[in-house]
């Protein structure tokens, strides 16, 4: 990962992190090498971790990212964790599996957890590809982004029962931000 990845990396979770309870427990779906369970330190009562391009499982005190792909690689224990974060990966997520994404989400979050995305403009696509010609990002699977659009988020996730909370842009509007809740008695 390039300084300008690492940059936007913690950019995106300086976004988050205020939405994600204290003594959280926390799925991180393309959780990288856990740069979002590091940033919460002791204020992560347990995180699980999902990422693509891991090779073998990283175990640390609170938390552990395992290779695979979100659903097929889950936590077990449905309707116990406080929130559940994608930072720059739905857009990776095929139309065809976004609705499964969605109801496993429902199914593992308590009543009143939360579902929290960023997810960028089209017009970052062209901006990241100028990036990566230059070498300045290594480009984190950019031939996955599926011509995905963000206003399709709400409707992916109120399908199954979450309600939004929030949605706003930041990066001077490139990048999105949504905030879902669980619906109290919610489930799959």
């Known amino acids: 990962m390039k300084f300008v990845d690492r940059f936007l990396q913690r950019w995106r979770i300086r976004k988050v992190i205020g939405f994600i309870p204290e003594n959280a427990w926390v799925v991180d ?21 999902v990422e693509p391009l891991l090779g073998k499982t990283l175990e640390s005190e609170r938390y552990g990212i395992h290779p695979g792909f979100f659903p097929d690689t889950r936590p077990n224990d449905s309707g116990t964790w406080d929130a559940i974060t994608m930072l720059a990966v739905l857009e990776h997520i095929p139309e065809k599996q976004q609705a499964a994404l969605a109801a496993n989400c429902l199914d593992l979050l308590r009543p009143g957890g939360r579902v929290i995305v960023t997810v960028p403009s089209k017009a970052v696509d062209a901006i990241l590809e ?11 699977s950019l031939e996955e982004h599926y011509g995905f659009q963000p206003s399709n988020t709400p409707q992916i996730f109120a399908e199954p029962g979450f309600r939004l909370l929030l949605h706003k842009r930041f990066q001077l509007g490139l990048n999105h931000l949504f905030v879902f809740e669980k619906r109290p008695g919610g489930g799959v």
């Open 29 to 49: 779906i393309g959780a990288f090498h856990g740069e979002l369970f590091q940033s919460l330190g002791t204020s992560l009562a347990k995180g699980f971790g």
């Open 130 to 140: 100028v990036l990566k010609w230059f070498h300045l990002i290594d480009g984190m």
